[in-house]
């Protein structure tokens, strides 16, 4: 599988998640394709962000201008998350892959401004690791 759609894939997961509540293991189950395999780095995207989302949560919510992070659109969330889990746990991935990836997503799967907002947000974030 393609890094792309593995994105995609944890990204639908991570929502589903959210959404439903339902366990990481069903929730990557459900969005696979039939004869579609999970691979290793889907399982790392999805464990390892669930595994640090309370850290990851207070990241990005230092970084929300006028916004609370409870009033995020659940996209917008499992997104961000998604991006911030790359940028800050996964070295082998460049900051600008993982943005660009996250705004694609938003594009794809949220509203009208979901891109900008993503991208305005990661923007913050990676100043912030680069202090």
Known sequence: MKRRLAREKAFQSLFQIEV???E???AIKHVLEEGEREDEFLHNLV???IEHKKEIDELIS???E??????LANVEKAVLRLAVYEMQFLDDIPVNVSMNEAIELA???GGE???RFVNGVLVKVV???SK
Not at 66 to 71: D, P
Request: hydrophobic content about 30%; overall charge negative; glycine content about 8%.
């Open 107 to 109: 594009k794809v799967f």
């Open 24 to 26: 990481p293991e069903a």
């Open 113 to 115: 401004e979901s891109g």
């Open 62 to 64: 230092s970084h929300l």
């Open 47 to 49: 464990y390892g962000t």
């Open 20 to 22: 439903s509540d339902i």
């Open 66 to 71: 006028n916004w609370s992070f409870s009033r």
């Open 127 to 129: 100043q912030h690791f």
